[in-house]
């Protein structure tokens, strides 16, 4: 799975709607997104962002001391 832009936020509820639309912009329709985060709130956050936007969360995975990092395909 090759992603077209990485990004990696880090800081409790720093994640937000706007990092995360401002990221997914330089991503082509049908590209991937990859997120690293470790803000607690992202386990909700992004995937209820992927559907308000109707982007597709591909995949989800803990890294471990907090890390998160989730796949997002930009489909609009």
């Given at each position: 799975?090759?992603?077209?832009?990485?990004?990696?936020?880090?800081?409790?509820?720093?994640?937000?709607?706007?990092?995360?639309?401002?990221?997914?912009?330089?991503?082509?329709?049908?590209?991937?997104?990859e997120?690293?985060?470790?803000?607690?709130?992202?386990?909700?956050?992004?995937?209820?962002?992927c559907?308000?936007?109707?982007?597709?969360?591909?995949?989800?995975?803990?890294?471990?001391?907090?890390?998160?990092?989730?796949?997002i395909?930009?489909?609009?």
């Amino acid at each position: 799975m090759s992603v077209a832009k990485s990004v990696k936020i880090w800081g409790a509820h720093c994640l937000g709607p706007v990092e995360l639309k401002r990221a997914i912009a330089d991503v082509p329709v049908g590209g991937l997104l990859e997120v690293i985060t470790n803000d607690p709130c992202a386990k909700e956050d992004v995937p209820t962002w992927c559907r308000f936007t109707r982007n597709e969360l591909v995949e989800f995975q803990e890294l471990g001391d907090g890390w998160m990092r989730f796949v997002i395909r930009r489909t609009r």
